[in-house]
Antibody, heavy 124, light 109 residues
Framework: EVQLVESGGGLVKPGGSLRLSCAASGFTFSNAWMSWVRQAPGKGLEWVGRIKSKTDGGTTDYAAPVKGRFTISRDDSKNTLYLQMNSLKTEDTAVYYC???????????????WGQGTLVTVSS | SYVLTQPPSVSVAPGKTARITCGGN??????VHWYQQKPGQAPVLVIY???DRPSGIPERFSGSNSGNTATLTISRVEAGDEADYYC????????????FGGGTKLTVL
């Protein structure tokens, strides 16, 4: 059974930093593309960014609102995904979900498994 | 970047058919995926590649995509189908490739 368990959320002041973790099990993590998707309170889903598998280059892509402030990384030896968030703003307040991402360039990509999410609150 | 437009809300009586639309410029040329999110829970994939269902998703859920509109159809609606539904596409030409619609709240009357 696929399991994704996020942790590390909490309250942080504007300008501060936080690192989220996502522990994965039930699949071959090293082969998976992984993404972070967030949801502000009462709002819709917003893609944050992704990291490809190392065999596909291990590269990262980010949404414009977080580019330059957030960094996604992975430790395949620990089956863990990370989201380092710096220079946090009040508008980054959201539940952050870890997801697996599957698909192909000629077909498009989608998110097939989701964690339960972790809440990040940015407030003074 | 690519924009997906969903109606904020759709209402349907139990046992009837609900149709939730997702509009986008020439969306029929893209693959559309749908997620169901119940209050306090993580989203769940219900349709991928326009009309494929993951294992465990009832056959009552189906999808179609043509022209400028993709549609999620839920037949024989049940009270347990009440949730928010989001469409999503991958826009290869954008630097923000993963796009979600704004979501539709399905209310079962």
């Amino acid at each position: 059974e696929v399991q994704l368990v996020e942790s590390g959320g909490g309250l942080v002041k504007p300008g501060g930093s936080l690192r989220l973790s996502c522990a994965a099990s039930g699949f071959t993590f090293s082969n998976a593309w992984m993404s972070w998707v967030r949801q502000a309170p009462g709002k819709g889903l917003e893609w944050v960014g992704r990291i490809k598998s190392k065999t596909d280059g291990g590269t990262t892509d980010y949404a414009a609102p977080v580019k330059g402030r957030f960094t996604i990384s992975r430790d395949d030896s620990k089956n863990t995904l990370y989201l380092q968030m710096n220079s946090l703003k009040t508008e980054d307040t959201a539940v952050y979900y870890c997801t697996t991402e599957v698909g192909a360039p000629w077909e498009g990509y989608y998110f097939d498994y989701w964690g339960q999410g972790t809440l990040v609150t940015v407030s003074s | 970047s690519y924009v997906l437009t969903q109606p904020p809300s759709v209402s349907v009586a139990p046992g009837k058919t609900a149709r939730i639309t997702c509009g986008g410029n020439n969306i029929g040329s893209k693959s559309v995926h749908w997620y169901q999110q119940k209050p306090g829970q993580a989203p769940v994939l219900v349709i991928y590649y326009d009309s494929d269902r993951p294992s465990g998703i009832p056959e009552r859920f189906s999808g179609s995509n043509s022209g400028n509109t993709a549609t999620l159809t839920i037949s024989r609606v049940e009270a347990g189908d009440e949730a928010d539904y989001y469409c999503q596409v991958w826009d290869s030409s954008s630097d923000h490739p993963e796009v979600f619609g704004g979501g539709t709240k399905l209310t079962v009357l």
